[in-house]
């Protein structure tokens, strides 16, 4: 496979274009690259006749890719494996996906997937708290960020960067209590907010910060490999996006694609989520090391109807506070 991850980094980096026949199937994706990797290894394992090409960026360039690639009547991907529902429900609402019933979907709770079939969340990725253990507090509330033990000595990610910290901040700004205040009380505590999550781990886990907004497999796995970061779900609770994957319309390569999402929600698919450190979507599927029971993480809600509505004000409201990072 070092092939196509050569190939993968020089389509990144905009060396080479893909034409749609360069490969069975092609998937734009916002999991990190070695997730992506093991996601497609795992499905050509299972689709020996489908060979897969890959493309990795947060959410939003992602997003921005593919729009250039639509208006230009091009798109390549045939497949998006990304960050939350909220945009592939813009994508559905614009007619650029397919609809595809899945059979796995009998083993999902109706929630998780959109009930015409046009996406399906693969995973829950919640977003909480992370400290360095040699932080002067163990925070357990999302306030606790703003007190004088946390000034100047947070990150997070930007909405403008990253899908999941787009979700989280409009989650939190509905939730009593908190709203958009909190978020300009922790700009007065000197946090800051800047490119995607793994920018927030990095500078956490080096000590640069002592706490960071981030989403939950990063510093569970990396304190598993002995990194001195430690996980905190909130008492208030935790945002979660659901990583959906969908359908291009434009696909030419059906087929494959279905195969593809039949995988992902699969049993199997599903094991290779939980073995790379994420808590599974679908019903009945154990959690991975370092969690806690599932039932004792409290997710709070949040509309991607009214999400979608809302999200250029918010967008620009989180950067009145914290600037274009």
Request: aromatic share 8%.
């Amino acid at each position: 496979m070092k092939k196509l991850s050569i190939f993968t980094a020089l389509l990144a980096a905009g060396f080479i274009s893909v034409s749609a026949e360069a490969a069975d199937l092609v998937l734009y994706t916002s999991q990190p690259n070695e997730d992506a990797q093991a996601t497609v290894d795992g499905f050509m394992a299972a689709n020996p006749d489908v060979k897969v090409d890959w493309v990795r960026d947060g959410t939003p360039k992602i997003m921005a890719k593919l729009q250039a690639e639509i208006e230009a009547g091009n798109p390549v991907a045939d497949v998006l494996l990304i960050a939350d529902t909220v945009t592939l429900e813009r994508l559905k609402e614009a007619g650029k996906l397919l609809a595809y019933k899945s059979p796995e979907a009998a083993n999902y709770h109706a929630a998780l997937y959109d009930a015409e079939g046009y996406y399906y969340s693969t995973k829950l990725i919640t977003t909480g708290i992370m400290y360095n253990t040699s932080a002067p507090m163990k925070p357990a509330s999302w306030e606790d960020l703003t007190k004088p033990d946390a000034k100047g000595l947070v990150a997070m990610a930007s909405p403008l960067t990253s899908g999941a910290a787009l979700i989280h901040a409009q989650t939190l700004a509905a939730v009593d209590g908190l709203g958009w205040d909190y978020y300009k009380a922790l700009a007065a505590n000197g946090a800051i907010a800047a490119g995607g999550n793994g920018a927030v781990l990095k500078s956490v886990a080096s000590g640069e910060k002592a706490y960071g907004m981030v989403v939950d497999y990063m510093p569970i796995r990396e304190k598993a490999k002995g990194a001195p970061v430690e996980f905190v779900f909130p008492q208030e609770g935790v945002s979660a996006v659901t990583e959906p994957v969908g359908i291009l319309a434009s696909t030419k390569n059906a087929d494959a694609a279905k195969k593809f999402v039949d995988y992902v929600l699969s049993e199997k698919g599903q094991e290779a989520f939980v073995k790379l450190g994420y808590i599974p979507a679908r019903n009945g599927m154990k959690l991975p090391e370092g969690f806690p029971a599932r039932d004792s993480i409290k997710v709070l809600p949040i509309k991607a109807g009214e999400a979608l509505k809302n999200t250029d004000q918010d967008l620009k409201t989180f950067s009145g506070i914290y600037g274009s990072n």
